[in-house]
């Protein structure tokens, strides 16, 4: 098992704004950029970036709809099962920015300051997708050597596949190594955490997307935008 800290996180203003559902530049008041602007300053010293992760080799059964793992244990989801297939191995990963911005978040709104707590809860979001992006971009590097392909992210509770096998993901992670846990209804805390898999194998392509927009059914999703 592998844990990374060494992120330099990156805040983009523009992703931030679309994170909070402005889609055109020209909708955002001087107010709210001001504001914005102000919070990205604040956040430096706010982020806590760890991303713990673990390589396991799979066997998929496309007609049982599981993908086999070690010791019997399985992911059982069509669409994981469809999705994975042509891979042989898997990337199992937790990521977090620490508890230090969720409580800020969390104070913002209890102080009735909302446009400062949506301005933060929007910039944990795109720091937690800036450090995942630096991790793709590191297995895509290796990939690449490797003459393989890797597919995009996905996370428990993405399509048919149950949340609850967030609890399986924990077993195959030591997340508590970057201080997460999972709460019985297998909520993450810190609340700004990721987890998820991806597969890796010589008969598939590199994904275009760190996390899964091919095969995602929501089409007018802005992640899309923000990518």
């Not at 990521?95 to 809860?121: H, V």
């Not at 490797?146 to 924990?170: A, C, R, V, Y």
């Not at 010589?202 to 995602?216: A, E, W």
Request: aromatic fraction near 8%.
């Amino acid at each position: 098992m592998e844990i990374l800290k060494n992120f330099k996180i990156k805040i983009n203003k523009a992703n931030v704004l679309k994170y909070m559902g402005y889609k055109n530049p020209e909708d955002v008041s001087s107010a709210v950029e001001a504001d914005v602007d102000a919070q990205i300053e604040v956040v430096q010293g706010l982020l806590e970036p760890a991303l713990i992760y673990e390589e396991y080799p799979i066997k998929v059964d496309e007609d049982w709809q599981k993908v086999y793992i070690s010791d019997g244990k399985a992911w059982e989801s069509r669409f994981v099962s469809t999705y994975m297939k042509g891979c042989d191995t898997m990337i199992v990963l937790v990521s977090t920015i620490g508890p230090k911005l969720p409580e800020e978040i969390n104070k913002a709104f209890a102080q009735g300051d909302y446009l400062r707590a949506m301005a933060l809860d929007a910039i944990a979001d795109n720091a937690i997708d800036n450090m995942n992006k630096q991790f793709w971009v590191k297995l895509v590097n290796r990939v690449k050597k490797e003459s393989k392909g890797i597919t995009g992210m996905l996370s428990p509770g993405h399509s048919d596949w149950n949340i609850e096998q967030q609890k399986l993901l924990f077993e195959l992670v030591d997340a508590s190594a970057i201080g997460v846990s999972l709460t019985d209804s297998c909520l993450m805390m810190p609340i700004k955490s990721i987890s998820g898999i991806y597969g890796i194998g010589k008969d598939i392509p590199i994904s275009k997307s760190s996390h899964n927009c091919d095969m995602c059914p929501i089409k007018g999703c802005f992640m899309r935008e923000v990518g």
